[in-house]
């Protein structure tokens, strides 16, 4: 027997600073469409649950886990909450464990910075970008905010989605002339925050029997699989074998 680890890439349910954003939903929607999802993802049977969370907030996090498991009435401020605590409880996961990591992001240029520099210095690599990707993304991200979460959720995980969302970076790291790589610096610090991601989730797994269920933003599907699949430690399973 070898472990699996399932990752269910999502888009994120509440305040977010990610490029792509997807309307809320009002409270009582949120709750009826987030069960469709837990009882989907329930039938993979995970033994562990790891969250797009810094592990600094996991004692915080697993204190709100508990009040949930007790009753008493937890604010639904993201998938975390609104997913992953239902989640864990038919699971019978008694910790949530946070696993992101975000490290020196305040000391590089942002993505925002990069765009910028792009529309002023590199006009026609910016359209590109603009158009091939994040345009349709954006547009597909309206689409999703108008389906039920569970739906919504299957196409974020389909393969020409995390396929797409990958090479955006793949185009990203173009931007800069000649000696100046203008996205390097970015593009390396989430590169490194994907490979701490991927080393926490591998962290989880002590027994062969285990089976890890990561909740994590869209975007990062294809670096973590790619990471865990070439370790050679796991099986990968498909979100959409049981989001279908």
């Known amino acids: 027997m070898i472990p699996e680890v399932m990752i269910v890439g999502v888009y994120h349910l509440g305040d977010t600073s990610d490029l792509i954003n997807v309307e809320r939903k009002n409270d009582i929607d949120l709750e009826l469409e987030a069960k469709e999802v837990v009882d989907a993802l329930s039938r993979f049977n995970p033994t562990k649950l790891a969250v797009e969370a810094d592990p600094e907030v996991q004692s915080k996090l697993n204190e709100s886990y508990r009040k949930y498991l007790l009753n008493d009435p937890t604010p639904m401020k993201n998938e975390i909450e609104t997913i992953g605590f239902p989640l864990a409880k038919e699971s019978g996961i008694s910790e949530v464990s946070c696993i992101d990591w975000r490290g020196d992001d305040n000391e590089i240029a942002t993505i925002g910075d990069i765009f910028q520099y792009a529309k002023e210095y590199e006009p026609e690599r910016y359209k590109k970008i603009m158009t091939t990707y994040m345009e349709p993304m954006q547009r597909e991200a309206e689409e999703w905010s108008k389906l ?22 793949m185009e990203f790291a173009m931007i800069g002339k000649e000696k100046d790589y203008f996205a390097m610096d970015w593009l390396t610090w989430w590169y490194k925050r994907n490979l701490i991601l991927y080393t926490n989730v591998r962290r989880l797994i ?23 699949e070439e370790s050679g430690v796991c099986t990968v399973v498909d979100a959409n074998k049981y989001l279908n």
Do not use: C, W
């Not at 002590?206 to 865990?228: A, E, M, N």
């Open 206 to 228: 002590s027994t062969p029997q285990d089976r890890v269920l990561l909740l994590i933003g869209g975007g990062h599907v294809h670096l973590i699989k790619q990471f865990l």
């Open 148 to 169: 039920p979460i569970l739906e919504g959720y299957k196409r974020v995980n389909a393969a020409e989605t995390v396929k797409n969302m990958h090479q955006f970076y």
